[in-house]
């Protein structure tokens, strides 16, 4: 079976380390690709059947994209691939050109292997690059074909609403991916324990990704302008032993990260400091880890306060850090002057994308 497994620009690597570790526990032969066919966001896993004895002691077939829609952290979604192909110069065709190859393309798989002909199917696509057809334009398209070739097996039914089986186009630059989403309407990445929605919250996915780039080892970690709690819930749900602190200035965000962190049922594995990082000494004397996603200012009347927020924050993380931080923020020119004048050294950077822009990773020393 291969698997598309989608994720965050610029997290590839690091979904491709988590996914070899889950199946690895299982025990299955399994090969993984980052950005297959060159498509970001995207990992290829190629993985054999998968078996368990069941209570009677029979063999029963496990189904490893359940496996990992149940434990990955950093994935969006999981899609059984039924194929994938580059169409050279989509972009630059005509709609109906483009249209057509896709429709032909659709045509000729079988895809009455991946469903039963009867249960009511919906086609979700997703496009990106420069073409002169739209997502809806392929959803369309995609579902004739998949309707017209399921009607020579049975009955076929749609059901846009409530269909028991997603099928997901994809058209990435010339790259298109058909398969069956097994993840289904709701990205992964959208945590079911979020009851409070920050304005500016940041994927549960790119908040493991930082927890991965920081390593921490079971010593003390905080993060110092913790919003809806997204990165310490993340941790404490990975049943991080070592002292974990959600530091927020505001009374509004703080009290919605506690109640994210109850829905989440680890409250009481964190403490909740309402407070100014920029002050950080007063609430902490020494942290070993510290990892947030800072505040970017994009309203413009708090733009200009940036890079004095940046330089009063990395000023008093000096006094207290012991041992690694990971920011990230769009904000590349203040955070590269505050952690360069108060002595931290760049691990790495890396861009992930969030939210429509690449945001800049930093490791801090
Ligand atoms: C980009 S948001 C963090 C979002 C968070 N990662 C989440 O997923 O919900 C930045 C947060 O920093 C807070 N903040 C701004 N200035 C602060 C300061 N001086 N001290 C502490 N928190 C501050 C903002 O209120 C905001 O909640």
Do not use: Q
């Not at 630059?92 to 009867?118: C, H, Q, T, Y």
């Not at 927890?211 to 941790?235: K, W, Y």
């Amino acid at each position: 079976m291969r698997l598309i497994l989608t994720t965050s620009r610029g997290i590839e690597d690091l979904a491709c380390a988590e996914i070899r570790s889950l199946l690895g526990e299982l025990g299955v032969p399994f090969r993984v690709e980052e950005k297959p066919l060159g498509v970001e966001g995207r990992v290829l896993a190629e993985v054999g059947e998968a078996f368990y004895t069941d209570e009677k002691g029979r063999k029963r077939e496990l189904s490893v994209s359940t496996y990992l829609n149940e434990r990955s952290r950093l994935l969006h979604r999981v899609i059984v691939e039924i194929a994938s192909d580059r169409f050279g110069g989509i972009g630059e065709d005509e709609p109906e050109g483009a249209l057509g190859r896709i429709e032909n393309f659709v045509a000729s798989l079988p895809v009455e292997r991946f469903v039963k002909v009867s249960e009511p199917f919906a086609v979700r696509s997703f496009r990106k690059g420069e073409h002169k057809i739209t997502s809806v334009d392929v959803a369309k398209t995609v579902g004739k074909a998949i309707f017209e070739r399921l009607e020579r097996f049975g009955r076929p039914r749609v059901n846009l609403d409530h269909p028991a089986v997603i099928f997901r186009a994809e058209l990435i630059g010339e790259v298109f991916f058909l398969g069956i989403d097994t993840t289904g309407n709701s990205s992964l990445h959208k945590r079911p324990w979020r009851v409070y929605d920050h304005p500016a919250h940041l994927k549960a996915s790119i908040a493991n990704a930082l927890i991965e780039l920081a390593n921490p080892d079971g010593g003390s970690f905080i993060d110092p302008f913790c919003g809806s709690g997204t990165i310490p819930i993340e941790l404490a749900l990975r049943g991080y032993a070592g002292r974990i602190i959600c530091l927020e200035k505001f009374r509004k965000h703080l009290h919605g990260a506690k109640m994210n962190a109850l829905s989440a049922g680890v409250h009481g594995k964190i403490e909740f400091i309402l407070g100014d990082a920029t002050r950080l000494r007063e609430h902490v004397d020494r942290v070993d880890f510290a990892v947030s996603n800072l505040p970017y200012g994009l309203k413009i009347g708090r733009k200009s306060m940036i890079p004095k927020l940046y330089m009063d924050f990395f000023s008093e993380l000096a006094k207290v850090l012991e041992k690694r931080g990971v920011f990230i923020t769009t904000e590349k020119r203040a955070i590269e002057r505050a952690i360069g004048e108060n002595g931290f050294k760049i691990l790495h950077h890396r861009l992930i994308g969030h939210g429509g822009l690449m945001v800049h990773a930093y490791v801090i020393e």
